[in-house]
């Protein structure tokens, strides 16, 4: 087949290729030659698969590298297709040569290439399909055949709904965006790169935790322990210290590596780091091993600073305690307890009920707060815990705290402690500053100023000066502990693939209301554009300023998809505004939201979207205050309340919640030792609060009707329940508020944990589903089930509606896919056929786009691709069980 005959379906961007052990300067000269003096060349290569991996070779049958197992996997079947399908690997020679040249040994032998794939035009959406199984998406290649079409089956195209964008406008938007994506992509290669070339976590060994540790360590916990003991002794291999000894004028010294400072004597490296391990690799209980392991140190430490001589009776008391801050306190505590018993003494400083007693802080072992509970002390200048020279002080989540202008970090960096620990998952989330910032709390020497961090390794990194690299892993192999879960023998997980066909009243509803979004849509694709550059609806009104988009529209055909005739008809004059702004809300949290962040009104720090309550405080007042589940939980356990139905702000609270924060009056009294009661709420409020709930449930339900996709689930559900745990997600908790109608007409017992769920209260639920043999299912918004949970006890998972975002449905299946999980995971997905939810199965490429046009926010930039080793795909004729 000639390429006129040929259409290019695109590119799979950025894949690894492993390069085969040869000369390094050798291979940059042969791609030297093949370019000559053209400085934009583009090599290609031939795809070639072997027994266990794709080796590409260069035009002149030189073999080049291979391609990772996961790409491997996916690829051979196109490879096996014949010549009708062409998989052609391409790179830019002068990025090859300078990714080449950067590696010295052997395990950095590692570059990119883009992936284009060619074939007949009818084929398109077999090889969609084959891909997206794959979890692998393709973009617009950025080097393909001339006078070859470009056409691809995962391109955002919307047939249900007509011409909503022309071409340029498209071409408009993604230039709009693509500098910022092009800045992240480079973080994120730059950060995979240097992760690859970390070599300490290998070189550690095993440290068995402390008898009086109930749980056995693993074998990547006792290394963590190791790597542990070694940063706070100081007693560090000398190829993993930043600080080398040298000569210089005669004289031996030391100097940095990075920043190339100099010292005649040899500066101390110890007093903490950074343990970065992937979600779920047990960082809490490599940390509990470690104050278990150094307990005693502690005491002895303890006792010698309080016999110092010359010691300044403002001077902060000592301790051997370690302090622990964390979003939530509770949960902690549970993880604490199960792994160690009650053998530590154990202080929760959070809560009305807190003991300011230096004594008893100062004689514990374990003190555990909250971020909240520890910025509204220092900001009241009345912190007893800033009264305390702490043995050690870890940070949980500790990203938390990776803006340092925040009060957040402010005021734990002004804690005083011997050893000082982060524990993250994420240590760069946005940018490298991020892991700046933490460097900066550990008073790492010569990075205790973020300036400094600056001007070493961000500004070289903006201004594309590939030092970087090679700083970041002299810093990381230093300060850091990084490890993925490919190091772990997980069960894994088989996923099946609900496809389903609505019933003849389900399809009438979904045809009329898509009718009625498709008048709407055509509308506007006459708009223009005035000459100050708005864009102009035909009426002259703005359509940025529109109320109703693309998002909202496709929206409504997502939400009938879940709730068949369950969901009141659409219409224009009997649109709830509320309803649709809530549905929003959550749909952009569980979907764009994984690093977003909102500004809370009551402790005024940037706070993470995903697992909070930002997507609806339902206050009785129905204000705008959006109140961080932080704050949420400190004013209950403050109050003594446990429903939060009155909104703190509104109520005025007498208290502070910061510096920065509204003065809460009026329906608080303080008492003369701080502790804050509230005036009990009339049971009238709490009858109307529950009036009106039942009054807004039928406003947007009606009592009877069908949905195809809660009677399917119910079948599925019910099939082996009592030999099964099932956690049920949806995005949306009107969708939950219907699945319960269903469990309860079925007589299944449930838990359920959304966003109103305070953190201290999701770990207690998550036990109870452990523990509790009567109760088989827990429902979950699909953002709460991404943040901070541990449900290895569920053995299935159903996913109610697919995600634009599939990174935040793999976070949720990770949650079950843990540490000590025995058993494989079966995930269910179900998909509506000839709907909305059958194009979203392929449309990856711009849904922040789609997103965009309709309902503005910022949104996370995550990746679509996601390692998915140990899963298999099924798919499954809806309507036969």
Request: proline letters at 4%; charged letters at 25%.
């Amino acid at each position: 087949m000639h390429d006129a005959d040929k259409i290019c379906y695109g590119m799979l961007y950025r894949q690894d290729v492993k390069l085969i052990s040869q000369s390094m300067l050798a291979l940059v000269t042969k791609l030297q030659e093949n370019a000559g003096t053209n400085t934009n060349h583009v090599q290609k290569f031939k795809l070639t698969p072997k027994a266990v991996h794709v080796l590409l070779s260069l035009p002149d049958g030189s073999e080049f590298g291979y391609l990772r197992p996961a790409m491997t996997k996916a690829l051979v079947p196109l490879l096996e297709k014949g010549p009708a399908i062409e998989v052609e690997a391409v790179a830019v020679t002068s990025h090859l040569c300078q990714q080449i040249s950067h590696a010295t040994k052997p395990e950095e032998a590692l570059v990119q290439v883009n992936i284009n794939i060619y074939g007949p035009q009818n084929c398109d959406k077999e090889i969609g399909d084959m891909l997206s199984d794959q979890k692998l998406w393709l973009q617009r290649p950025d080097h393909m055949r001339a006078k070859v079409i470009y056409k691809n089956p995962h391109a955002l195209s919307f047939p249900e709904i007509e011409g909503y964008l022309q071409e340029e406008q498209v071409a408009k938007e993604v230039a709009a965006a693509s500098k910022p994506r092009a800045e992240e992509e480079r973080l994120k290669i730059l950060v995979k790169s240097v992760e690859n070339a970390l070599s300490r976590a290998s070189e550690l060994d095993n440290e068995t935790g402390d008898q009086r540790l109930t749980t056995e360590l693993l074998k990547h916990q006792q290394r963590a322990l190791s790597y542990m003991l070694q940063r706070e002794s100081g007693e560090i291999p000398e190829k993993y210290r930043l600080w080398e000894p040298c000569t210089f004028r005669g004289q031996d010294m030391y100097i940095h590596r990075i920043t190339k400072t100099r010292s005649i004597i040899r500066p101390e490296e110890k007093g903490g780091g950074v343990l970065a391990d992937e979600m779920g690799m047990g960082k809490s209980l490599s940390t509990l091993a470690l104050i278990l392991r150094t307990l005693e140190a502690g005491i002895e430490w303890a006792e010698h600073k309080r016999t110092e001589e010359h010691v300044s009776a403002k001077a902060r008391r000592p301790s051997h305690s370690t302090l622990v801050i964390v979003p939530s306190a509770s949960r902690l505590i549970l993880i604490y307890s199960r792994h160690c018993g009650d053998v530590l003494k154990t202080v929760k400083y959070h809560g009305h009920s807190r003991k300011k007693d230096l004594d008893v802080l100062e004689k514990s072992d374990i003190v555990i707060t909250t971020y909240n509970t520890l910025a509204i002390e220092y900001a009241l200048k009345k912190s007893v815990l800033h009264k305390i020279h702490w043995y050690r002080v870890v940070l949980d989540e500790a990203h938390i705290i990776r803006r340092p202008a925040t009060t957040f970090h402010r005021t734990c960096a002004d804690l005083d402690a011997r050893s000082r620990w982060c524990l993250t998952g994420t240590p760069i989330q946005n940018r490298l500053d991020d892991i700046g910032a933490l460097f900066s709390f550990l008073r790492a020497e010569q990075f205790k100023s973020l300036a400094q961090f600056r001007r070493f390794i961000s500004t070289p990194f903006d201004n594309g000066d590939p030092v970087v690299k090679d700083r970041l892993v002299l810093l990381y192999d230093s300060l850091c502990l990084r490890r993925t879960k490919d190091i772990l023998d997980l069960p894994g997980h088989v996923e099946r693939i609900r496809e389903l066909d609505l019933n003849e009243s389900e399809r009438l509803q979904y045809d009329k209301t898509l009718n009625i979004l498709n008048r709407y849509m055509r509308t506007q694709v006459g708009r223009y554009h005035d000459e100050t550059g708005h864009t102009i609806t035909g009426d002259g009104q703005s359509w940025k300023g529109s109320k109703f988009g693309l998002f909202q529209a496709h929206l409504q055909l997502r939400i009938l998809c879940n709730h068949g005739t369950f969901q009141k008809p659409f219409s224009w004059k009997k649109r709830d505004l509320k309803d649709e702004q809530s549905a929003e809300r959550e749909a952009v949290v569980g979907e764009f939201g994984l690093k977003s962040e909102v500004m809370c009104d009551g402790c005024q720090q940037p706070r993470p979207i995903l697992g909070s309550t930002h997507a609806q405080n339902n206050f009785v007042e129905n204000c705008a205050h959006s109140l961080c589940s932080d704050c949420l939980e400190d004013c209950s356990e403050l109050t003594g309340m446990q429903d939060m139905r009155h909104c703190p702000l509104c109520q005025r609270f007498q208290v502070t919640l910061t510096n920065a924060s509204a003065q809460i009056q009026d329906t608080l009294t303080q008492t003369e030792d701080g502790d804050v009661q509230m005036q009990d709420v009339p049971d009238n409020d709490v009858a109307r609060d529950e009036a009106n709930k039942n009054t807004h449930h039928k406003h947007y339900f009606n009592p009877n009707g069908y949905s195809t996709k809660m009677a399917k689930l119910m079948e599925d559900v019910k099939k082996n329940i009592t030999d099964t745990k099932s956690i049920i997600f949806s995005c949306w908790t009107k969708t939950l508020d219907l699945i319960v109608r269903h469990l309860e007409q079925e007589k299944i017992d449930y838990l359920r944990i959304d966003g109103d769920c305070l953190l201290s209260k999701r770990q207690p639920i998550i036990d109870r589903f452990e523990n509790d043999k009567g109760v088989q299912v827990l429902l979950m918004t699909t953002g709460t089930g991404a943040f901070g949970l541990n449900l290895t006890a569920a053995n299935r998972i159903f996913l109610i509606e697919p995600q634009w975002n599939p990174s935040v449905e793999n976070q949720a299946i990770a949650r079950a896919i843990r540490l000590r999980q025995l058993q494989e995971v079966q995930v269910t997905r179900y998909v509506i056929k000839n709907t909305v939810e059958q194009e979203m199965r392929s449309q990856q490429i711009l849904k922040r786009l789609a997103a965009d046009v309709g309902f503005k926010r910022e949104a996370d930039n995550a990746g679509a691709n996601a390692d998915h080793d140990m899963v298999t795909t099924t798919l499954v004729p809806g309507n036969n069980p």
